[in-house]
């Protein structure tokens, strides 16, 4: 399965750096990743910056690995 958006903005400010984490919640065995695609707007911002003209694609994919479909295709 895999989820994309895209987000673009004129111009963007952090009043603070925000925490952001990506989590495969589940006890099922998968491959999983994420990424983003930045335009004018860098990996670590920082407060009171004022980014302009950005555009931001990000992805977030995850499958199970062929164990898990085996087993649940017994169930």
């Known amino acids: ?3 994309s958006a895209s987000v673009k903005a004129e111009e963007l400010t952090f009043s603070e750096v925000p925490e952001v984490t990506v989590d495969f919640p589940g006890d099922a065995e ?3 990743a994420s990424g983003s695609d930045r335009t004018n707007l860098p990996d670590e911002v920082e407060p009171g910056v004022t980014y302009r003209d950005i555009h931001v694609d990000y992805r977030i994919a995850s499958r199970l ?6 087993d649940s295709r017994e169930d």
């Open 30 to 32: 998968q491959d999983a």
């Open 1 to 3: 399965m895999e989820i």
């Open 65 to 70: 690995t062929d164990q898990d479909r085996l």
